[in-house]
Structure formats: C-alpha cells, structure tokens
C-alpha cells in the first residue's frame, strides 16, 4: 500500500508539468489525479495554477492575432529610414 500512496505523490516541479499539460488538455487521468492531490498542500502550486488559469482564460478571450510577415517589413523599414534620416 505504501507504493501506491508513494505514486501519487509528486513534486512542485512536476505538478507544474501537470498543471501546464491540464490546461492544454494533453494530461491523463492520472497526472489530473496528482496534480488535484498535490494542490490540495500545496499553497504555491494552487496560486500558481490559478494565475495559469487566469492568463489562459484571458489570452482566449482576447483573440490575439499574429501581424503578417510583410507588416513587419515594412515597419522594419520604416524604423531604418528613420534611424538613417536621424543620424546621418
């Protein structure tokens, strides 16, 4: 009985791998059922997975979009003629 209960037991650094692997829906039962117990004595890790939720949730929400490359290039290049007509 002693190795089962040892197996459930984790540390902090791998209820973050679990945690980051919940939110993106890639954990398994078991690592969910770890991470549950290791939250529940552990006052850092449930801060740190709340706040995970949190930015997940938000990012969601704010349906951020990439800026194309050719956008880039051109303000790249803008921030050269700029650079140049400054200092010559």
Same mark, same amino acid.
């Given at each position: 009985?002693?190795?089962?209960?040892?197996?459930?037991?984790?540390?902090?650094?791998?209820?973050?791998?679990?945690?980051?692997?919940?939110?993106?829906?890639?954990?398994?039962?078991?690592?969910?059922?770890?991470?549950?117990?290791? =939250?529940?004595? @552990?006052?850092?890790?449930? $801060?740190?997975?709340?706040?995970?939720?949190?930015? !997940? &949730?938000?990012?969601? *929400?704010?349906? =951020?979009?990439? @800026?194309?490359?050719?956008? $880039?290039?051109?303000?790249?290049?803008?921030?050269? !003629? &700029?650079?140049?007509? *400054?200092?010559?």
């Amino acid at each position: 009985m002693g190795v089962k209960k040892k197996n459930f037991l984790i540390d902090c650094s791998e209820a973050g791998i679990c945690c980051d692997k919940a939110q993106y829906k890639d954990a398994s039962f078991s690592e969910k059922a770890k991470l549950l117990i290791h =939250l529940i004595y @552990c006052k850092i890790c449930r $801060k740190r997975t709340f706040r995970n939720s949190k930015l !997940t &949730k938000l990012i969601k *929400e704010s349906k =951020l979009q990439s @800026c194309p490359e050719d956008q $880039k290039k051109v303000w790249k290049e803008q921030i050269q !003629t &700029k650079n140049t007509t *400054e200092n010559p």
